[in-house]
């Protein structure tokens, strides 16, 4: 079983920027693919972006060219570059974990940006 455990969530103002990271409890070389995803009030979760264990990248449309994943592979750590926060980017940011055909998850961290 992973565990993760993210941590870099808080408060910051629209325009600004916060950096996730979400450190795994084995080493990442044995998990095919890692992300994160996010659940904002009311609406569904969505992904946010995600690495494979070759560093292919995948964005939601709503972050590209604000958000860039990338993996620490000393550290077992995946993180989250966030710029130009928008109010809309409020949400719970979850970091996840593929390996051997199951999903893992971590405990969540709030991001909350006001305008």
């Known amino acids: 079983q992973v565990q993760l455990v993210e941590s870099g969530g808080g408060l910051v103002q629209a325009g600004g920027s916060l950096r996730l990271s979400c450190v795994a409890s084995?080493?990442?070389?044995?998990?095919?693919?890692m992300g994160w995803y996010r659940r904002a009030p009311g609406k569904q979760r969505e992904l946010v972006a995600a690495?494979?264990?070759?560093?292919?990248?995948d964005y939601g449309d709503s972050v590209k060219g604000r958000f860039t994943i990338s993996t620490d592979n000393a550290k077992n750590t995946v993180s989250l570059q966030m710029n130009s926060l928008k109010p809309e980017d409020t949400a719970v940011y979850y970091c996840?974990?593929?390996?051997?055909?199951?999903?893992?998850w971590g405990q969540g961290t709030q991001v909350t940006v006001s305008s």
């Open positions: 084995e080493s990442i070389f044995s998990i095919n693919a």
């Open positions: 690495i494979t264990k070759l560093a292919a990248t």
């Open positions: 996840t974990a593929l390996r051997r055909g199951v999903n893992y």
